[in-house]
């Protein structure tokens, strides 16, 4: 991410009210997005062929998530120190572009936050990736697979009341509409079993990795819940 067109927009701002923005744009046109990128560009992994996560993996992106929460608050903090100093500088007219520069560039920081953390670490940004973007697919596997565990319980609900239903029923066709019912429902349960038989190989590897992603839980939460402190997403 680049901060020429707000830039631009600091321009416009400085045109309008006659301020010099030389200074403004100093301070916060250097980010680490393109410091970072240009160093870990040669970073290279092939990751492993069955897709298993290793427990040393986890150690390291926990460890590379604690280092991006103290890059971030000492970020944030540096950031609103610069932007209380230029805003004493200049004159109401120009704080909103003072704030939308500041804004830019811990943006841009925090897109690089992870691997800036990570290659301080000495870790390779690529593996890293990789460990990330598998436990995020992981996560959503343990999503997916509390969604069917709560679908089969109601399926086994559904079909208990309309065999009750059933075998309740003294009117012949109402019970042939109630054992159609129960055909069907008992035929989509059984192709669904199969289809998640058949997927069974190829989740072999998902299934190691959510028991590692199960171990580590606790430690996972504590550091993403530091994190979220400091995101964009969070901060008011």
């Given at each position: 991410?680049?901060?020429?067109?707000?830039?631009?927009?600091?321009?416009?701002?400085?045109?309008?009210?006659?301020?010099?923005?030389?200074?403004?744009?100093?301070?916060?046109?250097?980010?680490?997005?393109?410091?970072?990128?240009?160093?870990?560009?040669?970073?290279?992994?092939?990751?492993?062929?069955?897709?298993?996560?290793?427990?040393?993996?986890?150690?390291?992106?926990?460890?590379?998530?604690?280092?991006?929460?103290?890059?971030?608050?000492?970020?944030?903090?540096?950031?609103?120190?610069?932007?209380?100093?230029?805003?004493?500088?200049?004159?109401?007219?120009?704080?909103?572009?003072?704030?939308?520069?500041?804004?830019?560039?811990?943006?841009?920081?925090?897109?690089?936050?992870?691997?800036?953390?990570?290659?301080?670490?000495?870790?390779?940004?690529?593996?890293?990736?990789?460990?990330?973007?598998t436990l995020l697919e992981t996560a959503a596997?343990?999503?997916?697979?509390?969604?069917?565990?709560?679908?089969?319980?109601?399926?086994?609900?559904?079909?208990?009341?309309?065999?009750?239903?059933?075998?309740?029923?003294?009117?012949?066709?109402?019970?042939?509409?109630?054992?159609?019912?129960?055909?069907?429902?008992?035929?989509?349960?059984?192709?669904?079993?199969?289809?998640?038989?058949?997927?069974?190989?190829?989740?072999?590897?998902?299934?190691?990795?959510?028991?590692?992603?199960?171990?580590?839980?606790?430690?996972?939460?504590?550091?993403?819940?530091?994190?979220?402190?400091?995101?964009?997403?969070?901060?008011?």
């Open positions: 991410m680049r901060t020429i067109p707000l830039l631009t927009i600091l321009a416009l701002f400085a045109t309008g009210c006659g301020e010099d923005v030389e200074s403004i744009q100093q301070v916060f046109t250097e980010t680490e997005f393109d410091q970072v990128m240009n160093e870990v560009a040669d970073d290279n992994y092939t990751p492993p062929a069955d897709g298993r996560l290793t427990e040393a993996q986890i150690e390291m992106y926990i460890a590379v998530k604690k280092r991006e929460t103290e890059l971030l608050e000492a970020g944030a903090s540096q950031a609103n120190a610069r932007v209380e100093q230029l805003e004493q500088a200049e004159d109401d007219s120009m704080r909103g572009a003072v704030r939308a520069l500041a804004a830019s560039k811990a943006l841009a920081d925090y897109v690089s936050s992870d691997l800036r953390a990570a290659h301080e670490l000495g870790v390779n940004t690529a593996e890293y990736e990789w460990v990330r973007d596997q343990s999503m997916l697979d509390d969604i069917h565990t709560t679908l089969k319980q109601q399926q086994a609900q559904a079909l208990h009341e309309l065999t009750s239903a059933r075998d309740a029923a003294t009117d012949p066709a109402l019970r042939d509409h109630y054992a159609s019912a129960i055909a069907e429902l008992e035929a989509e349960i059984q192709s669904e079993e199969r289809q998640r038989q058949h997927e069974a190989a190829d989740l072999a590897a998902m299934r190691h990795n959510q028991g590692l992603l199960e171990r580590h839980a606790e430690q996972l939460n504590v550091v993403e819940a530091e994190l979220k402190k400091w995101t964009m997403l969070d901060q008011q």
